[in-house]
């Protein structure tokens, strides 16, 4: 049977797991009694299981999530910005003094629907697209 990381190993340090396996007699890097035999292809998926089992710590997840929250808040920094820059046009034409001077009813509607039909293609929808979301541990 495979080793198996034990209950708890999620929440140990890089430092606890270390100390761990060497308590219980494991070498660090662990490598299986066959490595001489496995193939290519074989090391390759051990390897990736590998950096998986030490790089998932409680360190690394937290410094994860603070990534996380910088991306996202910037994200939203930016949708702010571009409903502001939304609210600034729909304003000057709405504006009794603005480019339409208060008149033309029909033009504002259609420049209105234009603005916002092209926001919701051109910014909206990207931007919801490129939305940063944490990433998934198993």
């Given at each position: 049977?495979?080793?198996?990381?034990p209950?708890?190993?999620?929440?140990m340090?890089?430092?606890?797991?270390?100390?761990y396996?060497?308590?219980h007699?494991?070498?660090?890097p662990?490598?299986?009694?066959?490595?001489?035999?496995?193939?290519?292809?074989?090391?390759?998926?051990?390897?990736?299981?590998?950096?998986?089992?030490w790089?998932?710590t409680p360190?690394?997840r937290?410094?994860?999530?603070?990534?996380?929250r910088?991306?996202?808040q910037?994200?939203?920094?930016?949708?702010?910005?571009?409903?502001?820059?939304?609210?600034?046009?729909?304003?000057?034409?709405w504006?009794?003094?603005?480019?339409?001077?208060?008149?033309?009813?029909?033009?504002?509607?259609g420049?209105?629907?234009?603005?916002?039909?092209?926001?919701?293609?051109?910014?909206?929808?990207?931007?919801r697209?490129?939305?940063?979301?944490p990433?998934?541990h198993?």
């Open positions: 049977m495979a080793w198996q990381p209950d708890g190993w999620r929440e340090s890089s430092a606890r797991r270390r100390a396996l060497e308590e007699g494991f070498q660090v662990l490598r299986p009694a066959d490595w001489d035999d496995m193939e290519r292809e074989q090391r390759m998926v051990y390897l990736d299981w590998n950096a998986r089992i790089s998932d360190e690394r937290a410094a994860e999530g603070r990534e996380h910088k991306k996202l910037a994200w939203w920094r930016l949708m702010w910005w571009w409903i502001g820059c939304l609210a600034a046009a729909l304003g000057l034409v504006w009794p003094a603005g480019p339409f001077n208060g008149s033309g009813v029909a033009m504002q509607v420049f209105t629907v234009f603005v916002l039909v092209g926001y919701y293609m051109a910014l909206f929808v990207p931007m697209i490129t939305k940063p979301v990433s998934i198993d």
